[in-house]
């Protein structure tokens, strides 16, 4: 038997590494693997395994996905049967076109939200992100709410599968 050539592999840790850059980029960018099929971003990181700042940075595309405006782009970050127990509305949200409706209306306030907290865990294809935000709106007013975002990976990318948030007791 001859030896196997080596030349053109990459090692273990070389690909952990390059794998934790991909993370780190495939967010917003311009990476056509980070796009969802239709061309919008989604939070597609080719694995499985993500750390604590991961999932933190899935806070923060959903954030950004607010910031648009277009309460398409902000569905498309939860799976198609997602549950939304939303922080202005009294109405559970079942499904992406529902959690769709329900940021029709909070979109057209213009929130701008901020994250006071973050608690993460995560359990293999499982991820939960759970702490406090603010919104300010473009009316002055403003709320703040506990949140629990339930992500899961499933296959492809990570997607939010369950989302709660509600107002903050006086």
């Not at 980070?34 to 395994?49: F, I, L, M, Q």
């Not at 406090?132 to 506990?146: H, I, K, L, N, P």
Request: hydrophobic share 35%; aromatic share 10%.
């Amino acid at each position: 038997m001859s030896p196997r050539s080596t030349e053109g592999k990459r090692d273990l840790a070389e690909l952990d590494g390059m794998m934790e850059e991909i993370v780190a980029d495939a967010y917003g960018s311009q990476n056509p693997e980070a796009r969802c099929v239709d061309g919008n971003h989604c939070p597609s990181t080719g694995s499985a395994h993500m750390g604590q700042e991961g999932i933190s940075h899935l806070l923060q595309l959903w954030l950004e996905a607010l910031e648009t405006g277009d309460p398409r782009t902000v569905a498309l970050l939860y799976e198609s049967n997602s549950i939304l127990l939303p922080t202005v509305s009294n109405q559970v949200r079942h499904n992406r076109q529902e959690i769709q409706d329900y940021f029709v209306h909070f979109l057209a306030q213009e929130p701008k939200g901020t994250v006071q907290e973050e608690n993460i865990r995560t359990y293999g294809q499982l991820a939960i992100n759970s702490g406090v935000y603010t919104f300010a709106f473009s009316d002055g007013s403003w709320v703040q709410a506990r949140f629990s975002f339930v992500y899961r990976w499933n296959g492809q990318q990570w997607m939010i599968v369950e989302h709660h948030s509600s107002r903050m007791p006086e």
